[in-house]
């Protein structure tokens, strides 16, 4: 099973581009994240998906949009990029049943804006 | 307001001791507590977790302790290897579904086991 795969691996915008980040996982979980990593700061919720059709505001939500129009899918999308989010973002997933809470998450996809 | 915290961004171990990573907590209500391990250019993957009715949870080499009353956990290595040498999150939720499910991330510590 491939778990848990982000596309782009990489990317360079300019200030004021859009694009768009695909996740995609293949282990049928009902949960799905996005989160960003910037050096000191750990792992920052931006937003998540408790279902198919249904999307939600992390903590730090601002400058991002998502969807989830299947199951599998989470896309990240970024309207109008800003230096701010140069960052390594990474795609999650879990079973709604996950006693733990465990996440599977994706390799990353490392985002600069210049 | 830092829920999880990780004081300390750095621990340098020799081969074959002891590491040990610590996290403090301020949430009273969070119930599951996971250590989480990453390398570089790999995305984080589950190392151990517990219960917070359990003060103790023991995977091979991998030991985490929780002091409720102190509101701190800390994760084992023994013996450390140098390919234990990552960072090292851990992270906290506080119930079951929805927006409470979600896990609330330490900023990691990096853990060099130097050989």
């Known amino acids: 099973n491939a778990g848990v795969t982000q596309t782009p691996k990489f990317r360079v915008l300019k200030t004021g581009q859009s694009m768009t980040l695909l996740c995609a996982q293949d282990m049928n979980h009902e949960y799905m994240y996005w989160y960003r990593q910037d050096p000191g700061m750990g792992l920052r919720l931006i937003h998540y998906?408790?279902?198919?059709?249904?999307?939600a505001k992390g903590e730090v939500p601002d400058g991002y949009n998502v969807s989830r129009l299947k199951k599998q899918n989470f896309l990240l999308g970024l309207e109008s990029a800003a230096p701010s989010q140069t960052s390594v973002y990474f795609c999650a997933s879990k079973f709604r049943q996950a006693t733990t809470g465990e996440l599977f998450f994706g390799e990353g996809s490392r985002l600069t804006v210049l | 307001d830092q829920q999880v915290k990780q004081n300390s961004p750095s621990l340098s171990v020799q081969e074959g001791r002891i590491s040990i990573l610590n996290c403090d907590y301020t949430n009273s209500m969070f119930d599951y507590f996971l250590w989480y391990k990453k390398y570089p250019a790999e995305g984080p993957t589950f190392l151990i977790s517990?219960?917070?009715?359990?003060d103790k949870n023991e995977d091979g080499r991998f030991t985490v302790f929780l002091n409720k009353s102190a509101k701190h956990l800390s994760l084992h290595i023994v013996p450390s290897q140098p390919g234990d040498s990552a960072v090292y999150f851990c992270?906290?939720?506080?119930?079951?579904?929805?927006?409470?499910?979600?896990?609330?991330f330490g900023k990691g510590t990096k853990l060099s086991v130097k050989p």
């Open positions: 998906s408790v279902g198919e059709g249904t999307t």
């Open positions: 992270a906290a939720r506080r119930g079951y579904g929805g927006s409470q499910g979600n896990l609330i």
């Open positions: 517990i219960s917070s009715i359990k």
